[in-house]
């Protein structure tokens, strides 16, 4: 019987809580061309005898607050949804066998593919664990899966899950989880947040040169010339989201976080919005950041804790954190959609190739 290898890409965390470690890993996360996009001339003594010198002290007891008997949150919670998404696929048609590859950090993209082709699989379906496409996330796991695979022999078997911002199972999975952990708390307001990006990452993906942030209403909707915008693609998952949940426009809002660095980054900011909403009477809001599917750092740590500290100093009364999908089953599901949706797809286009060429 056929095998088939799935390999999924989270961006990864530090192997421990110390300043050593977290210096290793934010060098190898901001020494990638595709986050910090700059000659390496200008990023590698900006990286490495600037940002890393300064931020890792402070980034590892960032770490330690949220570090668990079990490790790394995001660890502990992306190894437990391989484990989830494995055995949902045992009860599918085909042979699976499905391995953890971090984008930075350990285990490597690299020490997955190897695993896969130990166990004698015919082809490798790779779902990066990003929603929403852009190049510091899901570009970058693409690319460093094909050259990996290509080290090995395992290109021509590799084929990948495409974002799904918008993909019913997913938004499901998380109106669901919503409404589980708000439960029947009387909520003033919703706050959906993404990871930051700088505005040159969505610049960059505007073929036309001038829809994207050209105005405010530039991420209304997903059309032809925005399809591969961030930013829009987040405000999408947020529309879809709310009406699974029957949210009204003005009871929600979209914003960004996690930014640093001199750069422009898209807005709103998380940091501007939460001081700003008790001042408005919005002081029991409810949070959820549909950019991560796996609890970390930027969720427990700079929401769950400095967020909810500046919320509740500018009079805010009640911050409820929503959990990550993580290895919530209706997210396990929808996954398990995605994977074999996508290898039945390829399967298809490959009949299709091999038939075309026996008639042409």
């Given at each position: 019987?056929?095998?088939?290898?799935?390999?999924?890409?989270?961006?990864?965390?530090?192997?421990?809580?110390?300043?050593e470690?977290?210096?290793?890993?934010?060098?190898?996360?901001?020494?990638?061309?595709?986050?910090?996009?700059?000659?390496f001339?200008?990023?590698?003594?900006l990286?490495?005898?600037?940002?890393?010198?300064?931020?890792?002290?402070d980034?590892?007891?960032?770490?330690?607050?949220?570090?668990?008997?079990?490790?790394?949150v995001?660890?502990?919670?992306?190894k437990?949804?391989?484990?989830?998404?494995?055995?949902?696929?045992?009860n599918?048609?085909?042979?699976?066998?499905?391995?953890?590859?971090?984008?930075?950090?350990?285990?490597?993209?690299?020490?997955?593919?190897s695993?896969?082709?130990?166990?004698?699989?015919?082809?490798?379906?790779v779902?990066?664990?990003?929603?929403?496409?852009?190049?510091?996330?899901?570009v970058?796991a693409v690319?460093?899966?094909?050259?990996?695979?290509?080290?090995?022999?395992?290109e021509?078997?590799?084929?990948?899950?495409?974002?799904?911002?918008?993909d019913?199972?997913?938004?499901?999975?998380?109106?669901?989880?919503?409404?589980e952990?708000?439960?029947d708390?009387?909520?003033?307001?919703v706050?959906?947040?993404?990871?930051?990006?700088?505005?040159?990452?969505?610049?960059?993906?505007?073929?036309?040169?001038?829809?994207?942030?050209?105005s405010?209403?530039?991420?209304?909707?997903?059309?032809?010339?925005?399809?591969?915008?961030?930013?829009?693609?987040?405000?999408?998952?947020?529309?879809?989201?709310?009406q699974?949940?029957?949210l009204?426009?003005?009871?929600?809002?979209?914003?960004?976080?996690?930014?640093?660095?001199?750069?422009?980054?898209?807005?709103?900011?998380?940091d501007d919005?939460?001081?700003?909403?008790?001042?408005?009477?919005?002081?029991?809001?409810?949070?959820?950041?549909?950019?991560?599917?796996a609890?970390?750092?930027?969720?427990?740590?700079?929401?769950g804790?400095?967020?909810?500290?500046?919320?509740?100093k500018?009079?805010?009364?009640?911050?409820?954190?929503?959990?990550c999908l993580?290895?919530?089953?209706?997210?396990?599901?929808?996954?398990?959609?995605?994977?074999?949706?996508?290898?039945?797809?390829?399967?298809?286009?490959?009949?299709?190739?091999?038939?075309?060429?026996?008639?042409?």
């Amino acid at each position: 019987m056929d095998r088939t290898g799935v390999l999924l890409i989270n961006i990864g965390t530090p192997d421990e809580a110390t300043p050593e470690a977290v210096g290793r890993y934010l060098r190898e996360f901001l020494m990638d061309e595709y986050v910090l996009d700059m000659p390496f001339w200008k990023r590698w003594p900006l990286v490495n005898l600037i940002i890393v010198p300064r931020r890792k002290h402070d980034s590892a007891k960032h770490y330690q607050e949220i570090h668990t008997e079990d490790g790394s949150v995001l660890m502990f919670h992306t190894k437990q949804f391989a484990e989830g998404l494995s055995a949902e696929l045992a009860n599918r048609d085909g042979d699976y066998v499905v391995e953890i590859g971090m984008r930075y950090g350990n285990p490597s993209i690299t020490d997955a593919l190897s695993k896969l082709k130990a166990s004698n699989v015919n082809r490798v379906v790779v779902l990066p664990l990003y929603p929403q496409y852009t190049q510091s996330s899901f570009v970058t796991a693409v690319v460093e899966a094909k050259k990996r695979a290509r080290e090995i022999g395992l290109e021509d078997q590799l084929s990948f899950v495409d974002p799904f911002y918008d993909d019913a199972g997913f938004i499901k999975a998380w109106a669901q989880r919503v409404a589980e952990h708000v439960g029947d708390r009387e909520l003033d307001h919703v706050v959906f947040t993404y990871h930051g990006i700088p505005t040159r990452h969505i610049k960059k993906m505007d073929p036309s040169g001038g829809h994207c942030l050209a105005s405010p209403d530039c991420c209304a909707e997903i059309g032809v010339v925005n399809q591969n915008c961030y930013r829009a693609q987040c405000f999408a998952t947020s529309r879809a989201i709310a009406q699974e949940l029957d949210l009204e426009a003005d009871r929600f809002t979209t914003c960004f976080q996690s930014q640093f660095g001199r750069d422009e980054w898209i807005g709103p900011s998380l940091d501007d919005l939460l001081p700003e909403l008790p001042g408005r009477g919005l002081k029991r809001i409810a949070i959820l950041s549909p950019s991560f599917v796996a609890d970390c750092l930027e969720t427990v740590e700079e929401i769950g804790i400095r967020g909810r500290e500046d919320f509740k100093k500018a009079g805010g009364e009640e911050l409820t954190l929503v959990p990550c999908l993580n290895s919530d089953p209706a997210w396990i599901t929808a996954a398990a959609n995605l994977i074999t949706n996508s290898h039945s797809e390829q399967l298809r286009a490959k009949a299709a190739g091999a038939n075309e060429h026996a008639t042409g």
